[in-house]
């Protein structure tokens, strides 16, 4: 023992540098250990449930049936959406024809089921393009004015001013039945009226 405090005493600068180094290294590793990880991380696994998706798809625009004559390049019976403009209807047909009225067309209307279009020609009144038919010939009330109806028996001017009245609310009648909707036309009146009138 006393051999080793000797050797310290003479050697003090080694001792220090030595225990300088093992401190230093002692730090060195204890900064730099690598700690024991305590295993609580919470793994979650979260399964993904598959939602079914219902189709929400829009159902396929339904097809209407427009017929087209008058002042277009190919008058005719077209098919087209339904709710689609009477401009897209005349653009079917061809599109209109260079002596087409257009003043008098509402081409920003929607078409309906069975509803007919009459581009009239310049010059040409709707009245006269759309009036009261030629012997033989049936009054389509989907496009007639209340003075078109004084050939119709059955028809005077009120009734005539209530059927316009009600298709410019309730848009184009889709057959002639529809006309006992109108107030003061019954089952009765429509049975003598079938030969005279048409949509």
């Given at each position: 023992?006393?051999?080793?405090?000797?050797?310290?005493?003479?050697?003090?600068?080694?001792?220090?540098?030595?225990?300088?180094?093992?401190?230093?290294?002692?730090?060195?590793?204890?900064?730099?250990?690598?700690?024991?990880?305590?295993?609580?991380?919470?793994?979650?696994?979260?399964?993904?449930?598959?939602?079914?998706e219902k189709e929400t798809s829009?159902?396929?625009?339904?097809?209407?049936?427009?017929?087209?004559?008058?002042?277009?390049?190919?008058?005719?019976?077209?098919?087209?959406?339904?709710?689609?403009?009477?401009?897209?209807?005349?653009?079917?047909?061809?599109?209109?024809?260079?002596?087409?009225?257009?003043?008098?067309?509402?081409?920003?209307?929607?078409?309906?089921?069975?509803?007919?279009?009459?581009?009239?020609?310049?010059?040409?009144?709707?009245?006269?393009?759309?009036?009261?038919?030629?012997?033989?010939?049936?009054l389509n009330i989907n496009n007639?004015?209340?003075?078109?109806?004084?050939?119709?028996?059955?028809?005077?001017?009120?009734?005539?001013?209530?059927?316009?009245?009600?298709?410019?609310?309730?848009?184009?009648?889709?057959?002639?039945h529809d006309l006992t909707k109108?107030?003061?036309?019954?089952?009765?009146?429509?049975?003598?009226?079938?030969?005279?009138?048409?949509?």
């Amino acid at each position: 023992m006393n051999e080793f405090l000797d050797y310290v005493k003479r050697n003090k600068m080694v001792v220090i540098v030595i225990g300088v180094l093992i401190l230093g290294f002692g730090g060195y590793w204890w900064g730099n250990r690598v700690p024991v990880a305590k295993n609580d991380i919470k793994t979650e696994f979260k399964t993904s449930k598959k939602v079914v998706e219902k189709e929400t798809s829009a159902p396929k625009n339904k097809l209407v049936a427009v017929d087209i004559q008058g002042a277009v390049k190919k008058p005719g019976v077209y098919q087209l959406k339904e709710n689609s403009l009477v401009q897209a209807a005349i653009q079917l047909a061809g599109g209109l024809a260079d002596n087409a009225d257009t003043k008098q067309i509402n081409q920003a209307k929607r078409v309906t089921d069975q509803m007919q279009i009459y581009v009239p020609v310049i010059g040409n009144s709707t009245a006269s393009v759309t009036g009261a038919p030629a012997k033989g010939e049936k009054l389509n009330i989907n496009n007639a004015k209340v003075e078109d109806f004084k050939n119709v028996t059955g028809i005077g001017p009120k009734k005539a001013e209530k059927i316009i009245a009600f298709r410019e609310k309730n848009g184009n009648f889709k057959n002639l039945h529809d006309l006992t909707k109108v107030s003061g036309i019954g089952e009765k009146s429509l049975d003598s009226l079938k030969d005279q009138l048409t949509v």
